[in-house]
């Protein structure tokens, strides 16, 4: 069992910075899949940056050069900084984890980016 708590959404305007927290309890490993999903309203909910099998970190197009993933495995955290914000960044940002074939999400975090 596995339980994902995020932390560090809010209110920001374009072009402003914001850092989103996860950690994680139970059994995970560095070799577990994690990373972060996002959804906007109306649409589906998509990869923004993940660690997939311990390797180097995928990036969505629309976010790379701007959004930096990070993984500390001694403290199973995995964060999201996010720089340069948009008004498209908008949405519900969801932790996510995969442990022997299992999908785990957090709760979400609201981020919002308007002037």
């Known amino acids: 069992q596995v339980q994902l708590v995020e932390s560090g959404g809010g209110s920001v305007q374009p072009g402003g910075s914001l850092r989103l927290s996860c950690v994680a309890s139970g059994r995970i490993f560095s070799s577990n899949d994690m990373g972060w999903y996002r959804q906007a309203p109306g649409k589906q909910r998509e990869l923004v940056a993940a660690?997939?099998?311990?390797?180097?970190?995928n990036y969505a197009d629309s976010v790379k050069g701007r959004f930096t993933i990070s993984r500390d495995n001694a403290m199973r955290t995995v964060d999201l900084q996010m720089n340069s914000l948009k008004p498209e960044d908008t949405a519900v940002y969801y932790c996510?984890?995969?442990?022997?074939?299992?999908?785990?999400w957090g709760q979400g975090t609201q981020v919002t980016v308007s002037s």
């Open positions: 996510h984890a995969i442990l022997y074939g299992i999908s785990y």
């Open positions: 660690f997939i099998s311990g390797g180097t970190p």
